[in-house]
């Protein structure tokens, strides 16, 4: 279960200017959304995962996957006990899933709908 139920989406005009020393020229945000401190950026060419470590969250881990390299993905919607969703993707290179908890301020049918509109191109 996620801590503090703070996820929720970023206006993607705000992620292309805090994460602009990441976007290639001409690549445009789509969708972003905020999980606790690390952050989803769905753009017009990539999915990149921004991954704070540590105490203080100084140290970020940025993972570039194209969508071209998204085998597969899977939705679980939050359950009566379970107040959390998941979002599983597998990347052709690694047999274990990459796991991200949604808190109910994010629509999880929503960020499947965008996920589906990149990797099915």
Not at 46 to 69: A, N
Not at 98 to 112: M, P, R
């Amino acid at each position: 279960m996620a801590l503090f139920g703070n996820a929720h989406t970023v206006d993607p005009a705000a992620a292309q200017q805090d994460y602009a020393r990441l976007l290639g020229q001409g690549e445009q945000v789509y969708a972003a959304y905020t999980l606790i401190r690390d952050t989803m950026l769905f753009t017009d060419r990539r999915l990149v995962l921004v991954d704070k470590q540590g105490i203080t969250g100084k140290k970020v881990e940025y993972h570039s996957i194209p969508y071209k390299s998204i085998t597969h993905f899977a939705v679980e919607t939050a359950g009566t006990f379970d107040l959390d969703a998941e979002l599983k993707i597998w990347i052709s290179s690694n047999p274990a899933p990459i796991t991200k908890t949604f808190t109910k301020g994010v629509d999880i049918y929503e960020v499947q709908a965008i996920l589906t509109q990149f990797v099915a191109r």
